[in-house]
């Protein structure tokens, strides 16, 4: 066991963001372009928190994902990986504490996750460039409001910025 | 006899009193209103049960009807739709009540009244999960009579189709429909795929719509490869 970690708490944030995404599936649609709410709980674990805690979400729910559903594992992984990656490498450069800028920290990762599954199921950008911007703008809509939400819920999470 | 001699006989014919009450209520007593409205509703859900399978089958028939002389090769296995989200939000996927023990297997093709519906991913014994004709990992070949030959994907978002590639020199125009081209594929000749929404250059990024309603519960047809239909 890691220690801090606290599974079971971290475990029930990234099954909120499941349900929520569950319950709004109607509303955002699907393809590789669509907000992936459950993404964007790992990208604020992967803006401020430990790396432990982070790849234990991120098997989670790749694990979630191949159990109930038909992808690859390549096709549930690279694009997860390929955003959490970006979010590592860039917040050496811009701070993710802030608001405003950890947002074109995520929005960086959004294009890079939809890029990574485009390439995976060869679609082109060439004649849906609409939806990739359509879909990282509401991506980046969504983090908007969802960081908040998740910045009150540290102190329980004893996340990084709240240390045992 | 005194008051206490009487006592005895009297509270055991009390007791058989209640005895005999007691025994005589299965006989006697009315059918209790809670038990008749009980039975009541019991006939009316019998009866919709009876209407609903009617209708199910009905459904099957016509369906089976529908495409009759033209499944020649494959052995259809008639199953009903449902919807079920995949854990992925960028797939679209969905559940049959039919399984390996009905003779489904991935890799088949799944058809309803407006065309093709998507194609068997997943089976169990007594359930599949199928991957729609909009999903981003659908791929068919079609042909538009008149015109040539090509691949259709799914995606890029739900609600669309997108053509891969073409084997033939041709434009696609709105309106154009893209129909399966049999052979080898797990889709006999001539069903419908999708329609040209809006032809573009270059032609992968044309837009194509698949029929609405992919995902609504509805009765299919899997189109499984029996013994005589090895070709």
Do not use: N
């Not at chain 1, 079971?8 to 499941?18: F, H, I, M, N, S």
Request: glycine content about 10%; some cysteine; charged content about 20%.
């Amino acid at each position: 066991m890691i220690r801090g970690v606290r599974p079971l708490r971290c475990a029930t944030v990234l099954l909120l963001g499941l349900g929520t995404q569950h319950a709004l599936a109607p509303l955002v649609g699907g393809g590789p372009d669509v907000v992936d709410l459950p993404l964007l709980v790992l990208l604020w674990f992967a803006l401020v928190d430990r790396p432990g805690r982070l790849l234990l979400l991120a098997a989670g729910l790749v694990f979630l994902r191949l159990q109930l559903g038909v992808s690859s594992i390549a096709e549930v992984a690279l694009p997860i990986l390929g955003a959490l990656l970006v979010v590592r490498l860039a917040r050496g450069g811009v701070d993710p504490r802030d608001p405003t800028r950890r947002l074109v920290i995520v929005a960086g990762a959004l294009l890079t996750a939809a890029a990574i599954a485009r390439a995976l199921w060869s679609i082109p950008l060439a004649g849906s460039s609409d939806h990739a911007a359509t879909g990282v703008l509401l991506g980046c809509l969504a983090a908007a409001l969802l960081f908040p939400l998740l910045d009150r819920l540290s102190p329980w999470l004893r996340s990084a910025t709240h240390p045992m | 006899m005194s008051h206490r001699d009487a006592a005895g006989p009297a509270l055991l014919c009390w007791m058989l009193l209640i005895l005999i009450a007691t025994a005589a209520q299965r006989w006697a007593a009315p059918e209790s209103r809670d038990r008749r409205e009980a039975r009541g509703y019991e006939l009316l859900q019998e009866q919709f049960l009876i209407e609903e399978r009617a209708e199910r089958e009905a459904g099957r028939r016509e369906l089976l009807d529908l495409y009759q002389g033209v499944l020649d090769g494959f052995r259809p296995i008639v199953t009903r739709l449902r919807p079920l989200p995949d854990a992925s939000p960028q797939r679209h996927t969905a559940l049959l009540e039919a399984g390996a023990e009905e003779g489904v297997r991935p890799g088949q093709g799944v058809i309803g009244r407006a065309g093709v519906v998507g194609v068997v991913a997943e089976v169990e014994p007594h359930r599949a999960r199928i991957i729609l004709s909009d999903d981003p990992a659908f791929r068919v070949r079609f042909h538009i009579p008149g015109k040539g030959r090509g691949i259709a994907a799914g995606g890029p978002g739900r609600g669309e189709m997108r053509p891969v590639t073409r084997l033939d020199p041709f434009h696609l125009e709105s309106g154009d429909l893209l129909l399966t081209r049999g052979g080898s594929s797990p889709f006999p000749r001539s069903l419908v795929i999708a329609e040209v929404v809006e032809g573009r250059i270059p032609v992968e990024t044309t837009r194509l719509s698949p029929p609405p309603g992919l995902d609504d519960t509805q009765e299919v047809i899997v189109l499984g490869v029996g013994a005589a239909a090895v070709r």
